[in-house]
Structure formats: structure tokens, C-alpha cells
């Protein structure tokens, strides 16, 4: 079973809070404000932040395995691991940090309904 999905709601008076499990309903604790959740699509969020972590895991698991065949190929080659390092840092890891953005910045925002 994985971790319940975190969605944080904002009232119009600036309060926010955790929505919780399961609910079709969140009061702001600062104004008392009810609003209905009953129409928050989470599974169609919760896919969109598990491609968030497919790109996040995605290039440390392409590194460890480069330098695992280096390891069995050739010992000696492991001297090349910083260099990949390097490359990884200066020239992918730019580009996971921009689809990254890109995937955060396409998040759902829902409008929601008062009570």
C-alpha cells in the first residue's frame, strides 16, 4: 500500500490546511469556511506525481548503472565515473530540472465550491 497523497487547500481568506483522507468536505481553520471536495480527481494527480518521480529517480539509476558495467568491463575505467558525474550535473540534470518544472507547473488547481 503506498502513502496517502498530501493535497494542501487554500480558503479565500488566505488559511490553509491538509485535506484529509477520504473526505468530502474541509472547514478553513482560520474563518470557519466550508468547501466541497467531492469532485477532486486524486488519481489523475496521483499519476502525474508518480511520472514527477520517474524523472527524479531516472538519471541516479542511469549513472549506478553506467558505473556498475564500467566495474565489470573494466576496473580501471571506474576513473571515468567523475568525469560521467560531471556530465551528469553539467548537461542532463538542467533537463530533468526543466521537464521537472514543466511537470510541477501542470499540476491540477481546482476551484472549489462553499458549503
Known amino acids: 500500500m503506498g502513502r496517502r497523497l498530501a493535497i494542501t487547500v487554500t480558503c479565500a481568506c488566505g488559511g490553509t ?12 481553520p482560520d474563518c470557519g469556511q466550508g468547501y466541497l471536495t ?3 480527481d486524486t488519481a489523475a494527480l ?3 506525481l508518480a511520472a514527477v518521480k520517474r524523472y527524479v529517480w531516472g538519471g541516479a539509476v542511469a ?3 553506467l558505473a556498475g ?12 565515473v567523475p568525469v ?7 548537461f542532463v540534470q538542467p533537463r530533468y530540472r526543466r521537464k521537472l518544472r514543466e511537470l510541477y ?5 481546482w476551484q472549489l465550491r462553499p458549503r
Open 17 to 28: 490546511g491538509p485535506l484529509p483522507a477520504r473526505s468530502d468536505a474541509w472547514s478553513c
Open 38 to 40: 467531492d469532485g477532486l
Open 46 to 48: 496521483a499519476r502525474r
Open 63 to 65: 549513472i549506478c548503472v
Open 69 to 80: 558495467v564500467l566495474a565489470v568491463i573494466r576496473p580501471a575505467a571506474l576513473l571515468v
Open 84 to 90: 560521467l558525474l560531471a556530465a551528469y550535473f553539467f
Open 105 to 109: 507547473e501542470s499540476l491540477p488547481e
